[in-house]
C-alpha cells in the first residue's frame, strides 16, 4: 500500500482501515510485540469469548415526539455525522455510505438525546459547541484584502450580520463535500457555528436553516438522512461574482502577505501569525487521548519537531498549483433520481471545479503555515495518526510528490496484502507476493484484459485505483457482491460488463476472500484482541468484527511504521548535525529529508523493519524512491 491510498479527494470519505485477524501467526506462535519505541507489550493475542451483558432497547418515544422537519420520530436533532477522516475504524462499508457500527453509535447517540431533552429531565447549563478542526480554520481563514471587499460589496448586510457572514464564510471555503453527489456538506456542528449558539431545547439545526433562507432565499439544502450523511447545499444562493472572487484569491501566490486579512473578522494578517498558530495547534494535539502507548509516542514525535523540517516544501508551492490548475481530476458521482443524463454532467463539471479548489485551498493553507500536525483518530479504535491541519496530507499524492520533491519516499511495499496474507495463514499468496519479480497490480491488470496499459497514462491510474479500492475493500471486509458490484461500476469503462465478477474470479482475490471470512466468522461477540501496539478491542455493540479486524491490522502497520521514528531519535542522538528527518507521515509510508549517507540510512530502516517483522511473525519490506514529481514514477513490482 502506498501513499495513493491516502484521501485523493476531499469528497472522498472511504474509511482508511485494513484487515486482520485475532487468530494471527504472531498470536498462535507466541511472537513478541512492541507497544512503545524500546518497551516490551503482550504478544497479540484472542481471549476466549466472554458473556457481554446486553442492554435492553429503550422503547421508542410517541410519534412526533422531538421531531421536527426532516428529523425521525424518537431521534432528536440533526444527525450527528462526522466530517471525512472520522471514520477511520469502520471498514469499507462505509463507503457504500452505512455501516452497522455507524447505526449502532447513532441510535446510542439519539438516545441520550432524547433523554436529555425529555420533560422530566432536570434542566442544565447550555453546553459548549465542540468546534470542529474544519471551522477552525475557516475561522482562521485569510484572503486578499481585496476578495473580502468584494465580499462585502456583494453582501453590505454582512458587515452586521454575523450570521450571514459566517455562512458566507463557510460556503464559499468549504472543502468538505459529499462523496456521492460532490455537494458540500453542512452538518450539526457547521449550523450551530453558523447560528452561532448551541443547540438545545427548541433551538436546533432547523433553525438555523431557517435564519439562512431568510437572509438568502436562493438557498435551498438537501435534508440529512439519518445514519447516512448531514445536511447538504444544494443552492448557496450567493451572487457568482463572489466565488470567482475567491477563486482568482486561491489561484494566485501570497506575495504580500501585509495584504490578507481574516476572511471573517477582517484584520489584518499579523507576520507571527504562522508561529502563534503552530503554537496553539501543537497544544490542541498534545491535550488529545491516545488510543496506545505507541500512537501516542508517534504522534508526540511527529508534531514536536522543528518547522524548517518541512519549509523546503515552500519553494514548490507555485509550481504544485500551477500543476493543480490543469491536472484531471476523476470525479465519480452517482446519478440522483429523476436526473438528466446532461443535468449529471454539469453537476460533475461543478464538482470538479469544487475538488479543484480544495487543493488550491490546501496550498494557500501550506503557505500560511507549511508545518503538519497530527491527532488521533475520533473514536479511539485506531493507532493511525491523521493530518490534523490543512496541507500536504489533503493533497493527492501527485501534487505532494511535487512538493516534497528531492526527499525519500519510504512505503511498506503491499502492506496489507502482506498483513493479510500473513496474519489468515494464506502462504500460497504470502510466498506470491514475497516474489521479487512479482506484482499484484501488473497481474491484476492482466487477468482483466488491461496489460497493455501504460504506466503515467490517466487510463492507467484510472484502472489502478479502480483495483487498489476493490482489493483493500476485499481486505476490510466488504460483502463479496458489494465488492463485485463497486468494481463493475468503477472498471466499466476499461473492463466492460463484468469486471467485479472476474476480479473476484482471480486466484490471489478468491483465496484471501475465503480466508477473510472465516476469520471473521471466528470473530464473535466478546472476543478480545490484544494488539501489538498495546489499544485493546472487545468485539461487540458498535465494533464489528470488520472493525475489529481493521484496528488489528492498523496496529501491525504502526509497530512497523514505528521503527523510522525510532530510527530517527537513536541517529539524532549519536549524529551531529543529523541528516535524518521524517518530514511526512503517510500511515504505511513517509517521506523523508536526507542530508547525507543514504544508502546507510536506507540499509539501517530495512534492516531494523526485518528484525520487527521477524518479531512480530509477519512479513514486510520497504520500497524506497526519491521524489521527482508526479510523473517521474516507475512502475515497481507489488506498488
Known amino acids: 500500500m502506498t501513499e495513493e491510498t491516502q484521501r485523493e479527494h476531499p469528497y472522498d470519505d472511504t474509511a482508511e482501515t485494513t484487515a486482520g485477524n485475532a487468530g494471527s501467526r504472531a498470536a498462535r506462535t507466541g511472537a513478541p510485540a512492541r507497544a512503545r519505541a524500546g518497551d516490551r507489550a503482550p504478544a497479540p493475542r484472542t481471549s476466549a469469548p466472554t458473556a457481554t451483558p446486553r442492554q435492553e432497547p429503550t422503547a421508542a418515544p410517541a410519534p412526533g415526539a422531538g421531531h421536527r422537519g426532516g428529523e425521525a420520530p424518537g431521534r432528536p436533532g440533526p444527525c450527528p455525522c462526522t466530517p471525512p477522516g472520522e471514520h477511520e475504524h469502520l471498514g469499507a462499508d462505509v463507503e457504500t455510505g452505512l455501516c452497522d457500527a455507524i447505526e449502532a453509535a447513532l441510535d446510542a447517540h439519539h438516545e441520550v438525546l432524547r433523554r436529555r431533552r425529555a420533560p422530566d429531565k432536570p434542566a442544565r447549563g447550555r453546553r459548549v459547541p465542540r468546534l470542529r478542526k474544519s471551522l477552525r480554520h475557516i475561522e482562521r481563514l485569510t484572503c486578499d484584502a481585496a476578495t473580502r471587499d468584494a465580499l462585502l460589496a456583494h453582501l453590505p448586510a454582512a458587515a452586521d450580520d454575523p450570521v450571514l457572514l459566517r455562512y458566507t464564510v463557510l460556503a464559499l471555503w468549504t472543502t468538505w463535500l459529499d462523496r456521492e453527489t460532490g455537494l458540500r456538506v453542512i452538518g450539526q456542528p457547521e449550523l450551530e457555528w453558523i447560528g452561532g449558539k448551541p443547540f438545545g431545547g427548541s433551538y436546533w439545526g432547523q433553525d438555523v436553516i431557517a435564519l439562512i433562507e431568510d437572509r438568502l432565499p436562493a438557498f435551498t439544502w438537501r435534508e440529512y438522512e439519518l445514519g447516512g450523511r448531514c445536511r447538504l447545499i444544494e443552492t448557496d444562493g450567493l451572487p457568482e461574482a463572489l466565488h470567482a472572487a475567491v477563486r482568482a484569491d486561491l489561484s494566485l501566490g501570497v506575495e504580500d502577505f501585509e495584504r490578507r486579512v481574516g476572511a471573517l473578522s477582517g484584520r489584518p494578517h499579523d507576520k507571527n501569525e504562522a508561529t502563534r498558530l503552530r503554537d496553539e495547534t501543537l497544544a490542541a494535539c498534545n491535550a488529545m487521548t491516545a488510543p496506545s502507548p505507541t500512537s501516542r509516542w508517534i504522534q508526540r514525535a511527529l508534531n514536536n519537531r522543528p518547522p524548517n523540517v518541512s519549509s523546503r516544501v515552500l519553494r514548490q508551492v507555485e509550481e504544485a498549483r500551477a500543476y493543480v490548475e490543469q491536472m484531471e481530476i476523476a470525479v465519480d458521482l452517482r446519478r440522483q433520481p429523476g436526473e438528466t443524463a446532461e443535468a449529471m454532467d454539469a453537476r460533475t463539471i461543478e464538482v470538479r471545479d469544487a475538488v479543484r479548489k480544495a487543493y488550491l485551498a490546501s496550498l494557500r493553507a501550506i503557505e500560511e503555515q507549511h508545518q503538519p500536525f497530527y491527532q488521533f483518530s475520533g473514536r479511539g479504535r485506531t493507532d493511525r495518526v491523521f493530518g490534523h491541519n490543512p496541507g500536504a496530507l489533503t493533497l493527492p499524492a501527485d501534487v505532494r510528490r511535487i512538493l516534497y520533491r528531492g526527499f525519500l519516499s519510504v512505503d511498506l511495499k503491499s502492506a496489507h496484502l502482506y498483513l493479510a496474507a500473513a496474519l489468515w495463514d494464506v502462504d500460497d499468496v504470502l510466498e506470491t507476493l514475497k516474489r521479487e519479480d512479482y506484482s499484484v497490480w501488473t497481474d491484476l491488470l492482466g487477468h482483466l484484459g488491461l496489460g497493455h496499459l501504460t504506466p503515467g497514462t490517466a487510463d ?35 473492463v466492460g460488463p463484468g469486471a467485479g465478477t472476474r476480479l473476484a474470479d482471480h486466484w490471489l482475490i478468491r483465496r484471501l476472500l475465503d480466508a477473510r471470512d472465516e476469520h471473521l466468522a471466528a470473530l464473535t461477540d466478546g472476543t478480545v484482541l490484544e494488539t501489538p501496539t498495546g489499544i485493546r478491542v472487545v468485539v461487540g455493540g458498535d465494533v464489528d468484527a470488520k472493525s475489529a479486524m481493521a484496528t488489528l491490522a492498523q496496529a501491525y502497520e504502526q509497530q512497523l511504521m514505528s521503527v523510522v521514528l525510532e530510527y530517527e531519535r537513536d541517529h539524532h542522538e549519536t549524529a551531529n548535525p543529523p541528516s535524518f528527518h521524517v518530514a511526512l507521515w503517510i500511515h504505511d509510508g513517509c517521506y523523508v529529508a536526507i542530508s547525507r549517507s543514504e544508502r546507510k540510512h536506507v540499509r539501517e530502516i530495512s534492516d531494523r523493519l526485518a528484525r520487527r517483522a521477524e518479531e512480530l511473525g509477519v512479513y514486510a519490506r520497504f520500497e524506497v524512491e526519491t521524489l521527482g514529481g508526479p510523473t517521474d514514477r516507475a512502475e515497481a513490482p507489488g506498488r
Not at 491510474?461 to 476490510?476: F, G, H, M
Not at 465488492?483 to 472498471?491: D, E, K, P, Y
Open 460 to 494: 492507467y491510474a484510472e484502472a489502478k485505483d479502480a483495483l487498489k479500492r476493490a482489493t483493500y475493500s476485499v481486505i476490510y471486509g466488504m460483502r463479496e457482491s458489494s465488492v463485485v458490484w463497486t468494481f463493475s461500476r468503477a472498471a466499466h469503462r476499461l
